[in-house]
Each structure stands twice: as C-alpha cells, then as structure tokens.
C-alpha cells in the first residue's frame, strides 16, 4: 500500500547544532517529494521540495537528500535555531501532479531545540 | 505575501448535523485540496479539485463529504451528516501550474459532539 514513514518521532538538538529527520517512502513510483513544518496550532508551512530525478537539494540553511534506492528522504538543517522547534512532515506525491495528484503525508517528526 | 484563507476557525456541531467549512484559495491558483488532521496524527489527503472537478479522493472522502467551487473564488467543503470521528483540523490548500509548493490554510477546527 501507499505509506510515508518517519523513523523518529521525536528528536531534541541543541541549539546551534546541525538536524537530520529521517523518512522511508514505499512508493517507487512518487515523482515529488516536500518536506514540511508545522507549528502548533499553524498549517503546514513548505520548507523544501526535491524531484524525483535529483538526489541533492540545498535551501538557505535546509537540505534535502533522496536515495531511490532505499527509498529514503531526509532533511538536515543546518545550526539548528529554538525557531526552528516544530513538526515535520516529509510528503510525497502519487498520482498526476499535472492533474492534481495527491500529497501523502509521514507521521511527523517533532523537533526540540534547547537553549 | 498571499494566503489561503480558511472559514471558521473552529465550529462545534452536534453528531448529525451537515457542516460547511469555506476556504478562499490564493487568486491565480488551478488546484485546490482539502487535507485533515485528527488531533496529534499526520496530515490526511481528503481530495484534489482541478478544473472544476474533484481529480483524486482518498477513501475518507466518502459520499458523506462534497467539495463545490462555487463562484471562482471560494473552495467548499460539506459535510452532509456528522460524525463524532470527523472531528479534526481541516486544512485547505492550493497551488499553481507545474510543480509548485502547495500552500496551506490555517485550518478549521471541527468538533462534533
């Protein structure tokens, strides 16, 4: 079936220090995948998104890497600040983006940052 | 910076009752979707709407449910007949043409007693 996994739920960082959330896929077939924050009570909010025929993407302080051949994503964010203290969600695609598709969402991976 | 804006943010029915939550996507935008967040779980795909007809639906999106792009502007979703299961935090979102970030209301909180 289709699913999106993350394999941390929870992870606490210090501040300053670099983050990586984690997330298995098992759709082979996914062509797009984003990675999303969310603040208690707020909508997802995008981060950074990575196509399928790329396995590298940098951002300001983000960057999302894609292995197809395990099937896994995952986002690392660079010197890690309290603002960034959030969940997040990686997402990907099925279907026909063209025509709508549909985003499936992780479980979430909630992230602590200590002063 | 546009937004997409989400009508009410929280309304309380009682089981049974049909519930309508509006959302006003951002204006030059093609594809609409409505998302649901049970309280503490992941975000849930509910259904896709492009060229005004619905263009995914996942098996939540039952014939309980409706979507309806009234006038250009507004995006609606209708619940016909309550459940005390169908409360959560429904999110709108929308995009633009191509592979462009999708951008996501603040959500309505439903609560069903």
């Known amino acids: 079936g289709e699913s999106v996994g993350l394999h941390l739920p929870t992870l606490s960082v210090q501040e300053g220090d670099n983050s990586i959330i984690n997330c298995a896929y098992s759709?082979?077939?996914?062509?797009?995948f984003i990675w999303y924050k969310q603040e208690s009570g707020k909508g997802p909010q995008f981060i950074i998104d990575i196509r399928s025929n790329m396995d590298k993407r940098q951002g300001q302080r983000v960057t999302v890497l894609l292995n197809k051949t395990v099937k896994h994503l995952s986002l690392q964010i660079a010197a890690t600040q309290p603002g960034d203290s959030a969940v997040y969600f990686c997402?990907?695609?099925?279907?026909?983006?063209?025509?709508?598709?549909?985003?499936?969402f992780g479980q979430g991976t909630e992230l602590s940052v200590k002063p | 910076e546009p937004e997409v804006t989400q009508t009410p943010s929280h309304q309380v029915t009682q089981m049974g009752q049909e519930v309508i939550l509006r959302c006003v996507p951002i204006?030059?935008?093609?594809?609409f979707y409505w998302y649901r967040q049970i309280l503490g779980q992941k975000v849930e795909f509910l259904v896709s709407?492009?060229?005004?007809?619905?263009?995914?639906k996942s098996e939540i999106f039952d014939d309980q449910f409706s979507v309806e792009r009234p006038d250009g502007s507004n995006f609606t979703l209708k619940i016909r007949s309550t459940k005390l299961e169908d409360s959560a935090m429904y999110f709108c979102?929308?995009?633009?043409?191509?592979?462009?970030?999708?951008?996501f209301g603040e959500g309505s909180r439903l609560t069903v007693l």
């Open positions: 709407f492009y060229n005004n007809e619905i263009s995914e």
């Open positions: 204006s030059n935008h093609l594809y």
């Open positions: 997402a990907e695609n099925i279907g026909d983006y063209n025509q709508g598709g549909k985003l499936i």
């Open positions: 759709n082979s077939a996914s062509d797009y």
């Open positions: 979102a929308s995009r633009g043409q191509g592979l462009e970030e999708l951008f």
